[in-house]
Protein backbone atom coordinates (compact mmCIF):
# COMPACT_ATOMS: atom_id res chain seq x y z
CA UNK A 1 0.00 0.00 0.00
CA UNK A 2 0.63 3.83 0.33
CA UNK A 3 3.45 5.00 2.56
CA UNK A 4 4.23 8.12 3.88
CA UNK A 5 7.77 8.09 5.78
CA UNK A 6 7.65 10.27 8.94
CA UNK A 7 11.11 11.47 10.86
CA UNK A 8 12.39 11.73 12.74
CA UNK A 9 11.04 8.36 15.13
CA UNK A 10 11.59 10.01 17.83
CA UNK A 11 12.94 13.12 19.63
CA UNK A 12 14.01 14.16 23.04
CA UNK A 13 14.66 18.01 23.55
CA UNK A 14 15.06 20.19 26.52
CA UNK A 15 12.06 22.73 26.96
CA UNK A 16 12.41 25.76 25.32
CA UNK A 17 14.27 23.91 21.96
CA UNK A 18 12.42 23.77 18.51
CA UNK A 19 11.11 21.05 16.92
CA UNK A 20 11.02 20.26 13.38
CA UNK A 21 9.09 16.90 11.77
CA UNK A 22 8.44 15.72 8.33
CA UNK A 23 6.81 13.64 5.87
CA UNK A 24 8.04 12.39 2.41
CA UNK A 25 5.97 10.22 0.22
CA UNK A 26 6.88 9.32 -3.77
CA UNK A 27 2.80 9.87 -3.88
CA UNK A 28 0.97 12.72 -4.74
CA UNK A 29 -2.05 14.03 -1.93
CA UNK A 30 -4.35 16.56 -2.02
CA UNK A 31 -4.49 17.05 1.76
CA UNK A 32 -2.02 17.11 4.66
CA UNK A 33 -2.93 16.43 8.07
CA UNK A 34 -0.81 16.60 11.50
CA UNK A 35 -2.26 15.26 14.50
CA UNK A 36 -0.78 14.32 18.24
CA UNK A 37 -1.73 11.79 20.39
CA UNK A 38 -1.60 11.30 23.86
CA UNK A 39 -1.37 8.07 25.69
CA UNK A 40 -4.97 6.24 25.74
CA UNK A 41 -6.54 9.50 24.25
CA UNK A 42 -7.51 9.46 20.36
CA UNK A 43 -5.54 11.73 17.87
CA UNK A 44 -6.39 15.19 17.97
CA UNK A 45 -6.21 17.13 14.94
CA UNK A 46 -3.98 20.07 14.92
CA UNK A 47 -3.20 21.58 11.89
CA UNK A 48 -5.07 20.91 8.56
CA UNK A 49 -3.25 21.81 4.97
CA UNK A 50 -5.74 22.04 1.60
CA UNK A 51 -3.09 23.76 -1.22
CA UNK A 52 0.45 22.96 -2.10
CA UNK A 53 2.44 25.66 -1.15
CA UNK A 54 0.33 26.56 1.99
CA UNK A 55 1.68 27.11 5.25
CA UNK A 56 -0.56 27.16 8.15
CA UNK A 57 0.21 28.37 12.25
CA UNK A 58 -1.10 27.39 15.39
CA UNK A 59 0.07 29.16 18.09
CA UNK A 60 3.38 27.57 18.42
CA UNK A 61 2.84 25.49 15.35
CA UNK A 62 3.54 26.17 12.21
CA UNK A 63 3.07 23.70 9.11
CA UNK A 64 3.48 23.48 5.31
CA UNK A 65 2.36 21.61 2.51
CA UNK A 66 4.87 20.96 0.27
CA UNK A 67 4.84 22.65 -3.34
CA UNK A 68 5.94 19.17 -5.34
CA UNK A 69 2.14 17.98 -3.32
CA UNK A 70 4.74 15.09 -1.85
CA UNK A 71 5.91 16.10 1.79
CA UNK A 72 5.23 18.32 4.84
CA UNK A 73 6.58 19.51 7.60
CA UNK A 74 6.01 20.29 11.04
CA UNK A 75 7.44 23.02 13.38
CA UNK A 76 6.80 23.92 16.99
CA UNK A 77 8.62 26.70 18.58
CA UNK A 78 9.72 27.07 22.10
CA UNK A 79 8.29 23.71 23.52
CA UNK A 80 7.20 23.41 26.39
CA UNK A 81 6.39 20.30 28.52
CA UNK A 82 2.74 19.72 27.54
CA UNK A 83 4.20 19.30 23.89
CA UNK A 84 5.42 15.88 24.93
CA UNK A 85 3.18 13.07 23.13
CA UNK A 86 3.37 11.53 19.61
CA UNK A 87 2.64 13.30 16.39
CA UNK A 88 1.38 11.65 13.21
CA UNK A 89 1.08 13.29 9.67
CA UNK A 90 -1.59 11.67 7.61
CA UNK A 91 -2.25 12.39 3.96
CA UNK A 92 -5.01 11.98 1.63
CA UNK A 93 -4.20 10.53 -1.73
CA UNK A 94 -5.12 12.67 -4.96
CA UNK A 95 -6.26 9.82 -6.52
CA UNK A 96 -8.13 6.47 -5.78
CA UNK A 97 -10.67 5.78 -2.72
CA UNK A 98 -10.35 9.33 -0.65
CA UNK A 99 -9.23 7.49 2.65
CA UNK A 100 -5.71 8.82 4.73
CA UNK A 101 -2.34 7.42 4.97
CA UNK A 102 -1.18 7.78 8.42
CA UNK A 103 2.81 8.01 8.76
CA UNK A 104 4.71 6.35 11.51
CA UNK A 105 4.60 9.07 14.07
CA UNK A 106 7.29 11.16 15.97
CA UNK A 107 7.47 10.59 19.68
CA UNK A 108 8.43 13.91 21.22
CA UNK A 109 10.06 13.73 24.83
CA UNK A 110 11.10 16.96 26.47
CA UNK A 111 13.22 17.47 29.50
CA UNK A 112 12.42 20.30 31.82
CA UNK B 1 -13.60 20.30 18.93
CA UNK B 2 -14.98 17.09 17.46
CA UNK B 3 -18.28 15.68 18.81
CA UNK B 4 -17.22 11.92 18.40
CA UNK B 5 -17.89 9.49 21.63
CA UNK B 6 -16.51 5.68 21.73
CA UNK B 7 -17.55 3.44 24.58
CA UNK B 8 -16.59 1.51 26.41
CA UNK B 9 -13.02 3.79 27.07
CA UNK B 10 -11.30 0.13 28.50
CA UNK B 11 -12.29 -3.06 28.31
CA UNK B 12 -11.01 -6.24 29.52
CA UNK B 13 -12.81 -9.55 28.12
CA UNK B 14 -11.90 -13.17 28.62
CA UNK B 15 -11.52 -15.62 25.26
CA UNK B 16 -14.44 -16.11 23.39
CA UNK B 17 -16.76 -13.79 24.26
CA UNK B 18 -18.73 -11.20 21.78
CA UNK B 19 -17.81 -8.08 21.95
CA UNK B 20 -19.37 -4.81 20.68
CA UNK B 21 -17.20 -1.28 20.61
CA UNK B 22 -19.52 1.98 20.35
CA UNK B 23 -19.15 4.70 17.97
CA UNK B 24 -21.07 7.73 17.83
CA UNK B 25 -21.07 11.49 16.51
CA UNK B 26 -23.03 14.77 16.52
CA UNK B 27 -21.90 16.22 13.27
CA UNK B 28 -23.77 14.71 10.92
CA UNK B 29 -20.55 13.55 9.29
CA UNK B 30 -21.04 10.89 6.34
CA UNK B 31 -18.36 9.36 6.58
CA UNK B 32 -17.01 7.30 9.37
CA UNK B 33 -14.07 4.75 9.82
CA UNK B 34 -12.37 2.42 12.15
CA UNK B 35 -8.78 1.86 13.00
CA UNK B 36 -6.76 -0.62 15.11
CA UNK B 37 -3.69 0.81 16.87
CA UNK B 38 -1.03 -0.97 19.19
CA UNK B 39 0.50 1.35 21.84
CA UNK B 40 2.76 4.06 20.18
CA UNK B 41 2.38 2.67 16.55
CA UNK B 42 0.84 3.85 13.44
CA UNK B 43 -2.93 3.73 12.96
CA UNK B 44 -4.23 0.95 10.52
CA UNK B 45 -7.41 1.33 9.04
CA UNK B 46 -9.89 -1.75 9.63
CA UNK B 47 -13.09 -0.24 8.20
CA UNK B 48 -14.89 2.26 6.78
CA UNK B 49 -18.26 3.78 6.04
CA UNK B 50 -19.49 6.10 3.18
CA UNK B 51 -22.72 6.50 4.26
CA UNK B 52 -26.03 4.50 5.91
CA UNK B 53 -26.00 0.50 4.64
CA UNK B 54 -22.45 1.25 3.21
CA UNK B 55 -19.51 -0.75 5.34
CA UNK B 56 -16.17 -1.43 3.66
CA UNK B 57 -13.28 -3.39 4.99
CA UNK B 58 -9.71 -1.54 5.01
CA UNK B 59 -6.43 -1.97 4.79
CA UNK B 60 -5.37 -4.61 7.42
CA UNK B 61 -8.02 -7.60 7.83
CA UNK B 62 -9.36 -7.47 10.80
CA UNK B 63 -12.13 -10.31 11.94
CA UNK B 64 -14.35 -7.68 13.02
CA UNK B 65 -17.49 -6.56 11.56
CA UNK B 66 -19.22 -3.15 11.31
CA UNK B 67 -22.87 -2.21 11.35
CA UNK B 68 -24.02 1.19 9.74
CA UNK B 69 -27.83 1.48 10.27
CA UNK B 70 -27.93 5.13 11.60
CA UNK B 71 -25.76 8.27 9.99
CA UNK B 72 -24.67 8.89 13.33
CA UNK B 73 -23.41 5.50 14.65
CA UNK B 74 -20.99 3.17 13.94
CA UNK B 75 -20.64 -0.20 16.17
CA UNK B 76 -17.84 -2.48 15.45
CA UNK B 77 -18.47 -5.78 16.76
CA UNK B 78 -15.83 -8.81 17.71
CA UNK B 79 -18.12 -12.44 17.76
CA UNK B 80 -15.32 -14.14 19.70
CA UNK B 81 -12.56 -12.22 21.12
CA UNK B 82 -9.15 -13.90 21.27
CA UNK B 83 -6.03 -12.34 22.74
CA UNK B 84 -4.46 -11.22 19.30
CA UNK B 85 -7.24 -8.74 19.60
CA UNK B 86 -5.76 -7.05 21.96
CA UNK B 87 -5.38 -3.02 20.56
CA UNK B 88 -6.45 0.03 20.94
CA UNK B 89 -9.79 0.62 18.58
CA UNK B 90 -9.92 4.36 17.16
CA UNK B 91 -13.25 5.33 15.35
CA UNK B 92 -13.16 8.90 13.13
CA UNK B 93 -15.36 10.89 10.93
CA UNK B 94 -15.33 12.97 8.38
CA UNK B 95 -17.67 15.21 6.44
CA UNK B 96 -16.26 14.15 3.26
CA UNK B 97 -16.02 15.74 -0.22
CA UNK B 98 -12.92 16.10 -2.22
CA UNK B 99 -10.51 17.44 0.90
CA UNK B 100 -11.59 15.53 4.04
CA UNK B 101 -10.16 15.94 7.63
CA UNK B 102 -10.88 13.46 10.13
CA UNK B 103 -11.85 13.58 13.74
CA UNK B 104 -11.11 10.91 16.08
CA UNK B 105 -12.80 9.64 19.30
CA UNK B 106 -11.12 8.63 22.26
CA UNK B 107 -10.34 5.56 21.66
CA UNK B 108 -11.39 2.03 23.50
CA UNK B 109 -8.55 0.20 24.97
CA UNK B 110 -9.60 -3.52 24.35
CA UNK B 111 -7.82 -6.44 26.17
CA UNK B 112 -8.87 -10.09 25.95
CA UNK B 113 -7.51 -12.80 28.49
Known amino acids: GQQLNQSPQSMFIQEGEDVSMNCTSSSIFNTWLWYKQEPGEGPVLLIALYKAGELTSNGRLTAQFGITRKDSFLNISASIPSDVGIYFCAGQLIQGAQKLVFGQGTRLTINP | EADIYQTPRYLVIGTGKKITLECSQTMGHDKMYWYQQDPGMELHLIHYSYGVNSTEKGDLSSESTVSRIRTEHFPLTLESARPSHTSQYLC????????????FGPGTRLLVL
Open chain 2, 92 to 103: ASSVGGVQETQY
